[in-house]
């Protein structure tokens, strides 16, 4: 009894620590966002702000029209969002429950991209982007990530969970292929659709090297693009690129924190697919 | 797992059918299947497989954004191998992958065990929750916070009672990025890890408790054995996304001082689009493309074997 005691608390101590370090610099960079660029590196930092530089915020949206970069971003997010979603779901539910010639190869080509480092195909996806007269477009930003492998082989794995009964259910009631898949397995894919499209959202919001290259107007900026832009340009104005980095994360937070349960069971599922 | 549902639904229907209607099933099954994949089919084409065998062949010529291209057989391969800016980021790379790899393991292992092993539903959500956040937030404002948190004065000297200037010392640069990087990793590996404790069968960890085997000797000799896999796949997928990550050392050394920190993807970019040479940066680009083909060749055969084992 006494041992098992022992142990728990030692595991307690193991989480509360990589909980506190998860944490710290989070925490660091509210606190830091609101002193002053004299405070923070200074032997007087205190992790409380005696006085609270709210002016650093106001100061920090101005600077290069972050309202602008934030719809930008999100606007880019959302419609990569929507599209990954369908258009993996619809890929997804082919695989797993259509015969047809080149499924299988189809389906390992597409996995087979999933350990695909994007640097590799910059260049060329450039190039066919620049021929296609997409650089410094909307477009242009929003096509070439589209439709993730991870996003397909997620819905591949869900819709083989899924009774094929019931989709013949639909079959035997006359219903078209397109309403059995919008009727029946897409509703029954919800969670699973959440789950990718929160993915698909963080990384889309949180995405750089792609926007670097091909957007090259202020007017199309995204949030990672300004921020990466505003550090090099003004780094010693510590404060104000602390602020503008805290405005970036709260986005992802509230949705993380809305999404939490799903986000975590889907990689649950990804991480149990190996057993 | 490579082998996707045969469509049992389609066979007992076959029962009861005739054959020349099983034939008309069968193909306008075929005919829906690649409506619904043409969008992906069509997507994966333009954007994946085609830019892969059009940077393999870029990486044959002297290329320049602005349309002119010339076949230079094996010239950009001959130039790279020798060029000692290319084998010094090879070599960066190789020490960021390490000083990220290790840490990301060993710690998401831990915390996995710790977490699955320490029982309280509520502190459990908590950690996992607080745990796993580092890894949604934007790269580009982690790495922002860290570059300032690693600043002379700043924060990380603080804790560890140093005066080390963690980024713009040669030797210190790569393991500061590898600190952020791997902070945003962990959490992330923690939750797979944990899905793969939670599938160790309970009787088995019982009965070996009832044969008096400790908590350390089911550790070793159950629980790791049968996480072999799901440790392989992540190590994998740790290096393929520690090889992608171009945010993290863009933003907080832009591969400085000197070229301590430039990294492949780093290299990639800045060849390309900096000093305008897409050809030659294609040619590092394969062979990045080349270590991703090994990963996933290892990955494969790891879904393989589950396949065969289900």
């Given amino acids: 009894m006494y041992r098992k005691r022992t142990r728990t608390l030692v595991y307690h101590i193991i989480l509360i620590v990589v909980s506190i370090v998860s944490l710290t610099p989070v925490l660091w960079g509210i606190s830091g966002s609101l002193q002053s660029n004299q405070n923070l590196f200074s032997g007087s930092f205190t992790w409380v702000p005696p006085a609270p530089q709210w002016h650093n915020y106001a100061e920090a949206w101005h600077a290069v029209d972050f309202g602008r970069d934030m719809i930008n971003s999100f606007t880019i997010a959302v419609i990569v969002t929507v599209g990954c979603a369908v258009f993996s779901a619809m890929a997804g539910y082919s695989i797993a429950t259509f015969r047809f010639r080149g499924r299988r190869a189809l389906f390992a080509a597409i996995i087979g991209t999933l350990l695909l480092p994007f640097p590799v195909i910059l260049i060329p996806v450039f190039i066919i982007a620049k021929t296609l007269g997409m650089i410094d477009t909307y477009v242009g930003v929003i096509l070439p990530g589209l439709i993730t492998p991870q996003a397909v082989f997620l819905m591949v794995e869900f819709f083989r969970g899924t009774p094929h009964e019931l989709l013949e259910s639909g079959r035997v009631d006359g219903a078209s292929e397109w309403a059995v898949f919008r009727r029946i397995a897409l509703p029954m894919a919800w969670p699973i659709v959440a789950a990718v499209s929160v993915l698909t959202f963080v990384a ?14 202020q007017q199309l900026y995204t949030v990672p693009l300004g921020l990466a832009q505003f550090n090099s340009t003004n780094f010693s104005n510590y404060v104000q690129i602390l602020a503008m980095s805290i405005v970036a994360i709260l986005p992802v937070i509230v949705l993380f924190v809305v999404f939490r349960k799903k986000l975590v069971d889907s990689i649950m599922m990804s991480g149990g697919a190996l057993k | 797992m490579i082998d996707p549902g045969e469509g049992q639904a389609l066979m007992s229907l076959g029962v009861k059918m005739a054959a020349g209607d099983r034939k008309t099933l069968a193909k306008r099954q075929a005919r829906a299947g690649v409506f619904f994949v043409l969008p992906a089919l069509l997507y994966f084409a333009v954007w994946m497989f085609g830019p892969i065998i059009y940077g393999i062949w870029l990486g044959f010529t002297d290329t320049s954004f602005l349309g002119s291209s010339k076949f230079t057989g094996l010239d950009n391969y001959r130039t790279l191998f020798s060029d000692p800016s290319f084998i010094h980021s090879a070599v960066v790379t190789a020490e960021y992958l390490v000083y990220t790899t290790v840490p ?3 710690v998401a292992f831990i915390s996995a065990y710790a977490l699955h092993h320490a029982r309280g539903r509520i502190s459990h959500a908590l950690y996992l929750t607080v745990i796993f956040l580092p890894f949604v937030l934007p790269s580009v404002a982690a790495a922002i916070i ?27 640069a790569v393991i500061s990025l590898s600190i952020a990087t791997a902070w945003g990793l962990v959490g992330y590996y923690v939750v797979i890890f944990l899905a ?18 400790s908590k350390l000797s089911t550790l070793f000799r159950i629980e790791l054995p049968l996480l072999r896999p799901v440790i392989l796949f992540s190590t994998v997928t740790v290096v393929a996304t520690v090889l992608t990550n171009f945010a993290t050392p863009f933003v907080m050394t832009n591969g400085g001082p000197g070229d301590a920190t430039t990294v492949l993807p780093l290299l990639i970019y800045k060849t390309a689009f900096q000093y305008s040479n897409p050809g030659y940066a294609s040619a590092m680009a394969v062979v990045l493309f080349i270590v991703s083909v090994v990963l996933t060749v290892i990955q494969f055969a790891l879904i393989r074997t589950r396949g065969e084992k289900s």
């Fill in chain 1, 204 to 217: 889309s919001w949180n995405n750089l090297l792609w926007p670097l290259v091909v957007i090259q107007s």
């Fill in chain 2, 104 to 106: 990301v393991m060993l």
């Fill in chain 2, 146 to 172: 860290f570059e300032l948190i690693l600043q002379p004065g700043g924060l990380f000297n603080d804790v560890t009672r140093t005066t080390v200037a963690w980024l713009t010392d040669p030797s210190t």
């Fill in chain 2, 196 to 213: 793969g404790f939670q599938s160790v069968p309970k009787q088995l960890i019982e009965a070996a408790s009832i044969d008096g085997s």
